[in-house]
C-alpha cells in the first residue's frame, strides 16, 4: 500500500507500463546510439493522455492532478530516461505558458504539446552563470511593440529538437539580479536563432546545446509573466520539475534494483546463490529501503503541491537526494552483475542517464541552501 496512491492512479501507472514496456523500452539502446528522439513515440504518447495530464481541459490536458503526472513520468523513466523527459519538460513549461502567457500566443502551443505535436525547451543556464541562476548575461531589449533578444544559453536540454523555448534574459540592470529578469516565450524557426548540440554523457536521445540569439525580436505578446520578474514568478513551477525529477531517477535505480535482486537470487558461488552472502544482499537492501523512502519523499512533494501547500522545501530534497541515491545504487548493481553489467547495456547506459541530473537543474549544494533557507530564514542563509 502507499498512502499517496489510490486505485485510479495505480490504474493510470499500470496503463504507462504496458506503453512503456510495448513502445518505449524496445528502442531504449537504438535510441543513446543515434542520438534521435522519436517523435512518432512522441505523438503516440499524446494520444494517450500521457503528456502533461494535469493542465486543464482548455489547455489540452486532462485536469488530472500532479501525483497523476508524476506516476506516469516514472513508468516512462523506467523504459527510457531520455524519453520521459518529454514528460518533464511538458509538465513544466506547460505550468509556465498556461499560468503567465496570453492565450492568445500560448492556447495553441498548449494543444500540440499536450498532443505530443510539439517540444518545449526551457533556456536559463548561461556559459558563465550555471548555478548562479539569476546572473545571466542573455540581454533582451524592448523596440516599440517588440523585444529583441542577443546573447547565448548553454546545457539546455533538446537545444536542437525543440520547437520552441522559454528563454530567460535581462531586460534590467544587471545589479538589479532576479528582479530585472523577463520570461519569453521564442518558437525555435525565428530568424537569428541558431542551435548546437553536445555530445553527452548520458541522455544522449534527449540530448543538450547551445542557443544563439542574435538580433532575434519576438512580439511583447510572447512575454511570461510581468517584464523584470521573470524570474521571480516563473521559475516557482520549478518545485514541480524537481520533485518529478526525483520520481524519474529513481524509477531506473528500482528497475534496476528488480533486475538486480534477481540477478543475486539466481546466480550461484560456491554453491550458494549470490544473495545468500550479506556482502551481497546488505548493501542492496539499504539502497532499496533509500530509494523507497526517497520516492515517498518525492510522492509527498507532488500530494502537497496539489493542495496548494508550500512544498519547496520538499522539492529541493528531492532534487538533491534522488540523482545521489540513483547513481549510488545503479553504480552498485552494475557493479553485481560483474563484467556483464559492465558492458555496453541498459545498465551501464541507466547509470550514463541518470548521472546528468547530479548537474541540471539544480545542484546538490544550492538544493541544499533552498532547504536551509526554507528551515534557518533567507537572512540567515543569505547565499
Known amino acids: 500500500m502507499n498512502p499517496y496512491l489510490d486505485d485510479e492512479l495505480v490504474a493510470i501507472a499500470d496503463q ?17 546510439r543515434t542520438r534521435v528522439l522519436d517523435r512518432g513515440l512522441m505523438r503516440a504518447m499524446g494520444e494517450l493522455g500521457f503528456i502533461a495530464p494535469e493542465l486543464p481541459e482548455s489547455a ?5 492532478s500532479a501525483l497523476a503526472a508524476g506516476v506516469i513520468v516514472e513508468e516512462i523513466a523506467r523504459a527510457d530516461l531520455s524519453i520521459s523527459y518529454i514528460n518533464l519538460l511538458a509538465s513544466l513549461n506547460g505550468q509556465i505558458l498556461s499560468q503567465h502567457g496570453r492565450p492568445e500566443v500560448t492556447a495553441p502551443w498548449l494543444q500540440r504539446l499536450t498532443r505530443g505535436e510539439a517540444l518545449i525547451a526551457i533556456a536559463l543556464t548561461e556559459p558563465r552563470g550555471g548555478s548562479d541562476a539569476a546572473n545571466l548575461r542573455l540581454r533582451i531589449e524592448r523596440v516599440g511593440a517588440e523585444y529583441v533578444i542577443d546573447g547565448e544559453k548553454a546545457s539546455i536540454s533538446a537545444a536542437d529538437q525543440a520547437d520552441a523555448v522559454v528563454v530567460f534574459g ?3 540592470t544587471v545589479e538589479s539580479g532576479a528582479h530585472g529578469v523577463t520570461a519569453l516565450f521564442v518558437p525555435t524557426d525565428a530568424s537569428g536563432l541558431t542551435r548546437s548540440r553536445l555530445d553527452c554523457h548520458g541522455q544522449r536521445a534527449i540530448g543538450r546545446g547551445s542557443l544563439f540569439f542574435e538580433n532575434v525580436r519576438v512580439p511583447v505578446s510572447h512575454r511570461l509573466g510581468d517584464e523584470n520578474k521573470g524570474f521571480v514568478q516563473v521559475m516557482q513551477g520549478f518545485d514541480y520539475s524537481r520533485a518529478l525529477i526525483g520520481l524519474q531517477v529513481l524509477a531506473v535505480a528500482r528497475v534496476a534494483l528488480e533486475e538486480t535482486w534477481a540477478h543475486v537470487a539466481q546466480r550461484e558461488a560456491f554453491d550458494r546463490p549470490l544473495a545468500a552472502f550479506q556482502g551481497v544482499s546488505h548493501p542492496l537492501a539499504e539502497l532499496d529501503t533509500q530509494v523507497e523512502a526517497a520516492r515517498l519523499l518525492c510522492l509527498q512533494a507532488l500530494w502537497l503541491k496539489d493542495r496548494g501547500a508550500p512544498h519547496s522545501a520538499e522539492a529541493a530534497m528531492c532534487k538533491w537526494w534522488a540523482p545521489k541515491i540513483a547513481y549510488e545504487t545503479l553504480h552498485h548493481c552494475l557493479l553485481m552483475h560483474g563484467h556483464g553489467g559492465y558492458d555496453r547495456g541498459p545498465m551501464e547506459q541507466r547509470l550514463r542517464d541518470v548521472l546528468g541530473f547530479q548537474i541540471g537543474d539544480g545542484t546538490a549544494e544550492i538544493m541544499k541552501t533552498v532547504v536551509a533557507r526554507h528551515r534557518a530564514g533567507r537572512a540567515a542563509v543569505p547565499l
Do not use: M, S
Not at 17 to 22: D, K, N, P, T, V
Not at 60 to 64: A, E, K, R, T
Open 16 to 32: 504507462a507500463r504496458r506503453f512503456a514496456g510495448a513502445r518505449v523500452a524496445p528502442g531504449f539502446q537504438e535510441r543513446d
Open 60 to 64: 489540452g490536458g486532462q485536469g488530472l
Open 170 to 172: 535581462r531586460t534590467g
